[in-house]
Protein backbone atom coordinates (compact mmCIF):
# COMPACT_ATOMS: atom_id res chain seq x y z
CA UNK A 1 0.00 0.00 0.00
CA UNK A 2 1.38 3.43 -1.17
CA UNK A 3 1.67 6.59 1.02
CA UNK A 4 -1.16 8.15 -0.58
CA UNK A 5 -3.49 5.25 -0.16
CA UNK A 6 -2.91 6.00 3.37
CA UNK A 7 -4.67 8.59 5.67
CA UNK A 8 -2.73 11.81 4.96
CA UNK A 9 -2.05 15.56 5.80
CA UNK A 10 -4.11 18.31 4.10
CA UNK A 11 -0.99 20.59 3.42
CA UNK A 12 -3.60 23.71 3.06
CA UNK A 13 -6.39 23.26 5.78
CA UNK A 14 -4.57 21.19 8.15
CA UNK A 15 -7.16 18.15 8.37
CA UNK A 16 -6.65 14.76 7.84
CA UNK A 17 -8.55 12.97 4.68
CA UNK A 18 -7.76 9.84 3.02
CA UNK A 19 -6.36 10.74 -1.17
CA UNK A 20 -7.19 9.06 -4.22
CA UNK A 21 -4.59 8.69 -6.71
CA UNK A 22 -6.27 7.78 -9.64
CA UNK A 23 -8.59 10.76 -9.34
CA UNK A 24 -5.92 12.88 -8.19
CA UNK A 25 -9.00 14.19 -5.67
CA UNK A 26 -8.99 13.75 -1.97
CA UNK A 27 -11.63 13.08 0.21
CA UNK A 28 -13.16 14.62 3.55
CA UNK A 29 -13.43 18.01 4.16
CA UNK A 30 -11.92 20.66 2.15
CA UNK A 31 -12.31 18.01 -0.86
CA UNK A 32 -10.12 19.68 -4.07
CA UNK A 33 -8.53 21.98 -2.37
CA UNK A 34 -4.91 20.43 -1.34
CA UNK A 35 -3.21 19.96 -4.75
CA UNK A 36 -1.51 16.79 -3.07
CA UNK A 37 -1.07 14.66 -0.21
CA UNK A 38 1.35 14.62 2.32
CA UNK A 39 3.04 11.24 3.58
CA UNK A 40 2.43 10.23 7.51
CA UNK A 41 5.99 9.77 8.45
CA UNK A 42 6.67 13.45 7.40
CA UNK A 43 3.54 14.81 9.40
CA UNK A 44 4.76 12.20 12.64
CA UNK A 45 8.35 14.18 11.97
CA UNK A 46 7.51 17.40 12.00
CA UNK A 47 4.42 17.27 14.95
CA UNK A 48 7.04 15.36 16.76
CA UNK A 49 9.45 18.32 16.30
CA UNK A 50 6.98 20.84 17.69
CA UNK A 51 4.97 19.53 21.10
CA UNK A 52 2.66 21.56 22.60
CA UNK A 53 1.25 20.69 26.30
CA UNK A 54 -2.18 22.16 26.79
CA UNK A 55 -1.77 21.81 30.84
CA UNK A 56 0.22 24.08 32.78
CA UNK A 57 3.74 25.14 32.82
CA UNK A 58 5.89 24.40 35.79
CA UNK A 59 8.04 27.67 36.90
CA UNK A 60 10.80 26.48 39.00
CA UNK A 61 10.47 28.12 42.97
CA UNK A 62 12.22 31.39 43.15
CA UNK A 63 13.54 32.71 46.91
CA UNK A 64 11.37 34.87 48.43
CA UNK A 65 11.71 38.56 48.38
CA UNK A 66 13.18 38.44 52.15
CA UNK A 67 15.45 36.26 50.70
CA UNK A 68 17.00 38.62 47.98
CA UNK A 69 20.06 40.70 48.56
CA UNK A 70 19.97 44.56 49.07
CA UNK A 71 20.48 46.09 44.83
CA UNK A 72 19.63 42.83 43.49
CA UNK A 73 17.17 43.40 40.93
CA UNK A 74 16.96 40.34 39.44
CA UNK A 75 16.08 38.80 42.49
CA UNK A 76 13.15 41.47 43.03
CA UNK A 77 11.92 40.92 39.58
CA UNK A 78 11.54 36.94 39.90
CA UNK A 79 9.90 37.28 43.43
CA UNK A 80 7.48 39.41 42.07
CA UNK A 81 6.62 37.47 39.34
CA UNK A 82 6.26 34.11 42.14
CA UNK A 83 4.17 36.24 43.81
CA UNK A 84 1.98 37.01 41.17
CA UNK A 85 1.68 33.30 40.18
CA UNK A 86 1.09 32.51 43.55
CA UNK A 87 -1.95 35.16 43.90
CA UNK A 88 -3.22 33.81 41.35
CA UNK A 89 -3.24 30.56 42.10
CA UNK A 90 -4.56 31.26 45.52
CA UNK A 91 -7.36 33.25 43.53
CA UNK A 92 -7.98 29.80 41.37
CA UNK A 93 -8.15 27.82 45.18
CA UNK A 94 -10.56 30.56 46.47
CA UNK A 95 -12.64 30.40 43.43
CA UNK A 96 -12.82 26.61 43.11
CA UNK A 97 -14.44 26.44 46.63
CA UNK A 98 -16.82 29.03 46.36
CA UNK A 99 -17.77 26.78 43.03
CA UNK A 100 -18.00 23.32 44.70
CA UNK A 101 -19.83 25.27 47.88
CA UNK A 102 -22.13 27.03 45.05
CA UNK A 103 -23.02 23.37 43.55
CA UNK A 104 -23.50 21.88 47.43
CA UNK A 105 -26.25 24.66 47.35
CA UNK A 106 -28.11 23.86 44.22
CA UNK A 107 -28.05 20.27 44.66
CA UNK A 108 -29.34 20.05 48.48
CA UNK A 109 -31.86 23.09 47.86
CA UNK A 110 -33.50 23.07 51.29
CA UNK A 111 -31.08 20.92 53.39
CA UNK A 112 -27.88 22.66 52.25
CA UNK A 113 -27.12 23.75 56.10
CA UNK A 114 -26.80 20.70 57.29
CA UNK A 115 -25.54 19.10 54.15
CA UNK A 116 -22.70 21.64 52.94
CA UNK A 117 -21.57 22.53 56.54
CA UNK A 118 -18.18 20.68 55.24
CA UNK A 119 -18.27 23.11 52.03
CA UNK A 120 -19.04 25.98 54.10
CA UNK A 121 -16.21 25.42 56.54
CA UNK A 122 -13.59 24.75 53.74
CA UNK A 123 -14.53 28.23 52.30
CA UNK A 124 -14.39 30.28 55.38
CA UNK A 125 -10.90 29.03 56.15
CA UNK A 126 -9.73 29.65 52.98
CA UNK A 127 -11.13 32.75 51.97
CA UNK A 128 -9.90 33.80 55.70
CA UNK A 129 -6.55 32.36 54.54
CA UNK A 130 -6.98 34.42 51.25
CA UNK A 131 -8.30 38.01 53.07
CA UNK A 132 -5.00 37.54 55.51
CA UNK A 133 -2.42 37.50 53.09
CA UNK A 134 -3.83 39.29 50.43
CA UNK A 135 -6.81 41.51 51.32
CA UNK A 136 -6.32 45.10 51.91
CA UNK A 137 -3.42 44.81 49.12
CA UNK A 138 -6.05 46.28 45.89
CA UNK A 139 -5.08 45.72 42.70
CA UNK A 140 -1.96 46.85 42.78
CA UNK A 141 -0.41 45.08 45.55
CA UNK A 142 2.86 43.68 45.16
CA UNK A 143 5.36 41.71 46.81
CA UNK A 144 6.96 44.06 49.37
CA UNK A 145 3.16 45.50 50.23
CA UNK A 146 2.35 41.85 51.22
CA UNK A 147 5.44 41.15 52.96
CA UNK A 148 4.59 44.52 55.05
CA UNK A 149 1.48 43.44 55.99
CA UNK A 150 2.69 39.80 57.36
CA UNK A 151 5.10 41.53 59.25
CA UNK A 152 2.59 44.00 60.68
CA UNK A 153 -0.03 41.01 61.37
CA UNK A 154 3.35 38.85 63.18
CA UNK A 155 3.98 42.04 65.22
CA UNK A 156 0.47 42.63 66.10
CA UNK A 157 0.14 38.70 67.19
CA UNK A 158 3.50 38.94 69.37
CA UNK A 159 2.22 42.07 70.94
CA UNK A 160 -1.45 40.45 71.98
CA UNK A 161 0.34 37.18 72.86
CA UNK A 162 2.65 39.38 75.77
CA UNK A 163 -0.40 41.11 76.54
CA UNK A 164 -2.24 37.69 77.45
CA UNK A 165 0.84 36.35 79.90
Not at 56 to 73: I, T
Not at 126 to 134: F, G, L, M, N, S
Request: proline letters at 3%; one cysteine or more; aromatic letters at 10%.
Amino acid sequence: MSWTQEWSHCCCLGRWHRAVPALGLSLGAGAGVCDRAVPAELIERWQSKKKFYYYHQKFPRVPDLSECLEGDYLCYYEAEAQWRRDRMVDQEIVEIVRERMAACKQREGPNQFQNCAKEMELLAQVTKAYQDRYGELGYHGNARTCLMKQKHRMMEERKAAQENQ
